[in-house]
T-cell receptor, first 113, second 116 residues
């Protein structure tokens, strides 16, 4: 009930391509789904988040797609750049308990020129 | 200094040593967190402090002992650790303890701990 499954574990994309990372959750009570970006030697930083009242949220080149019935959400990075190379973590939790996020295992993205 | 800082950045210790990790946040936040990050595993929440009071302890072994002397500082005291405790230990802070949709957690860079 408390797991968040993330795939793929690693992803190699050419510059300009689309990077797609998928996550699935189990607890239907979750209503807050953030994505974090972590560069080597740094802590995770919030990238973008979505709540289930919308099916998609876009910020620049980053888009979250949300499928409530399937209990799945995904991160799409359009026009991927070498500077996007990082590890991406999805997470799930409840809006008013965001201190108890359940994290995925991470996806290491490498974008080659 | 801005954001969340952690010292030391790297630590190697033997199983019989005692050491401490330090975290300081310069954001005026009221809540602070310790996480353990191991390769290919989800981030594990260890402890949560709100207004210097421990409000969460996720079944963490007693060889890890947190201390929060004030709302800006958080320590993790380590003693008689095991090799499987080797990991990246991350500190984070948020305005309040996740009671608001705006309580984003800001992470420090972590301490890379190796237990020999």
């Amino acid at each position: 009930q408390q797991q968040v499954k993330q795939s793929p574990q690693s992803l190699i994309v050419q510059k300009g391509g689309i990077s797609i990372i998928n996550c699935a959750y189990e607890n239907t009570a979750f209503d807050y789904f953030p994505w974090y970006q972590q560069f080597p030697g740094k802590g995770p930083a919030l990238l973008i988040a979505i709540r289930p009242d919308v099916s998609e949220k876009k910020e620049g080149r980053f888009t979250i797609s949300f499928n409530k019935s399937a209990k799945q959400f995904s991160l799409h990075i359009m026009d991927s750049q070498p500077g996007d190379s990082a590890t991406y973590f999805c997470a799930a939790g409840k809006t008013y308990n965001t201190d108890k996020l359940i994290f995925g295992t991470g996806t290491r993205l490498q974008v080659f020129p | 200094e801005t954001g969340v800082t952690q010292t030391p950045r790297h630590l190697v210790m033997g199983m019989t040593n005692k050491k401490s990790l330090k975290c300081e946040q310069h954001l005026g936040h009221n809540a602070m967190y310790w996480y353990k990050q191991s390769a290919k595993k989800p981030l594990e929440l260890m402890f949560v402090y709100s207004l210097e009071e421990r409000v969460e302890n996720n079944s963490v072994p007693s060889r890890f002992s947190p201390e929060c002397p004030n709302s800006s500082h958080l320590f993790l005291h380590l003693h008689t650790l095991q090799p499987e405790d080797s990991a990246l230990y991350l500190c984070a802070s948020s305005q309040d303890r996740g009671g608001s949709a705006l309580d984003e957690q800001f992470f420090g860079p972590g301490t890379r701990l190796t237990v020999l």
